[in-house]
């Protein structure tokens, strides 16, 4: 029996799992001392959780435990990254950055901007290439200067799902003596992500797009030489070796690591599973409603998109009004951790699509928890509204 309403947002969150609401629960009622608390078993044993919480984590990413900061999520981090890279006395002013990358990326690097950092935007791809969104390595190449910080260039888009060649980023800025970022925030618990075998040097992910709770995430900082130093965003206790001072989020930590752990029992049967429901969506709106378009890269090329990711425009709807006649349709017009700001997203506009274009432009995130059933409802009720729509516009089709 089909449960309205349906919800295929899962870039924006995702509901937690029932197995990791109930790796949680000791942890506030039993388990509820201060990890930081070294002088009784209250806290030892919360920093045990702690502990395993870490490994666990740290494993999964290609990390070690020590290479692992937790944040309160992936805007943390990337604040984290990039400002406290930036307080450090160091050799440069110059960051090099996407145009395409998520505002906890674009915002920080304004503000360095207005502190007299120089920052340089890359471009991607456009919508008629078939590597639609991918950056141009040749160009980060010779954006590379000798007073650069920083790249920061995410792994996966949160509205088109692409994937950025990061290995191939990674090498390159190796081998300039580059320090890299990557926002993995969508990336990891979907696809595998090494960090070591990136070479990033920071990376920023959040325990809430994978099945986990809300206000904890992890910044991977690696260790080794050259030392990746970072300037505390905020003082106080000295948590985590004084990165991140705060009492740690114990059932968030471990919520974290059992969202994790699951998605890596799950791994590519389940993004196979995703696949095959996203591309049935994606051919029934094509082939069922004129004039409707798939943004960033082709679905059929799955090294360049995220599995349960899908952008579509339909040419002559006004988005917002399509979202808002589809009440038990839970999607996204644009990014929803930015569905504030009333603006075109940032995204489409720089794969060249038109303000009208992107303004017809909806964004499906398909989860764990969506079945073959909630993709037949999306589909006859995308259909319905567009037609409607279009037919109050005197638009036929
Ligand atoms: C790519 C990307 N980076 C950062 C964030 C912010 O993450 P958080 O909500 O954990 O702060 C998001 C959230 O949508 C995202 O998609």
């Not at 690097?109 to 008629?128: D, I, M, N």
């Not at 141009?136 to 190449?141: I, M, R, S, T, V």
Request: net charge negative.
């Amino acid at each position: 029996m089909l449960q309205k309403p349906v919800y295929m947002d899962n870039h924006a969150t995702t509901r937690v799992d029932p197995r990791v609401v109930e790796a949680m629960l000791p942890f506030f009622t039993e388990t509820y001392g201060n990890a930081g608390s070294i002088s009784h078993c209250f806290g030892w044993e919360a920093q045990d959780a702690v502990d395993a919480a870490r490994t666990s984590i740290a494993g999964a990413i290609g990390a070690t435990a020590k290479e692992i900061v937790f944040t309160s999520g992936a805007t943390e981090s990337n604040n984290l990254a990039l400002r406290g890279l930036a307080d450090r006395p160091r050799r440069g002013k110059h960051l090099v950055t996407v145009c395409t990358e998520h505002k906890a990326i674009l915002d920080p690097a304004k503000r360095l901007a207005r502190r007299g950092f120089e920052v340089t935007y890359l471009h991607v791809a456009p919508q008629t290439a078939a590597n639609a969104g991918v950056i141009d390595l040749q160009e980060l190449a010779d954006s590379l200067r000798p007073d650069t910080l920083l790249v920061s260039v995410m792994l996966a888009n949160n509205e088109i799902g692409v994937l950025q060649p990061l290995a191939e980023i990674g090498a390159l800025c190796r081998s300039h003596g580059v320090l890299l970022h990557t926002d993995a925030t969508q990336a990891v618990g979907k696809i595998p992500v090494d960090a070591a075998a990136l070479q990033v040097d920071l990376m920023s992910f959040s325990a809430h797009k994978m099945y986990g709770p809300k206000g904890v995430g992890a910044l991977y900082v690696r260790r080794g030489s050259p030392r990746v130093r970072l300037e505390p965003l905020q003082d106080g206790g000295g948590q985590e070796g004084g990165r991140r001072s705060g009492t740690l989020n114990t059932p968030g930590i471990v919520g974290f690591a059992k969202a994790l752990e699951l998605c890596r029992e799950e791994g590519a049967d389940e993004q196979r599973r995703l696949q095959t429901m996203r591309d049935r969506l994606a051919t029934a709106l094509s082939d069922q409603i004129p004039n409707v378009c798939v943004n960033g890269p082709p679905l059929a090329s799955p090294e360049l998109r995220l599995a349960g990711n899908l952008s579509c425009c339909f040419e002559n709807v006004d988005g917002e009004a399509l979202m808002m006649s589809m009440r038990n349709l839970a999607v996204s017009s644009g990014s929803a951790c930015t569905s504030t700001n009333p603006e075109p997203s940032h995204v489409l506009r720089a794969l060249g699509l038109s303000d009208e274009q992107t303004r017809a432009s909806l964004r499906f995130g398909l989860g764990r928890f969506n079945t073959e059933e909630e993709v037949d409802f999306a589909i006859e009720t995308v259909k319905d509204a567009v037609t409607r729509l279009r037919a109050m516009g005197g638009v036929d089709g």
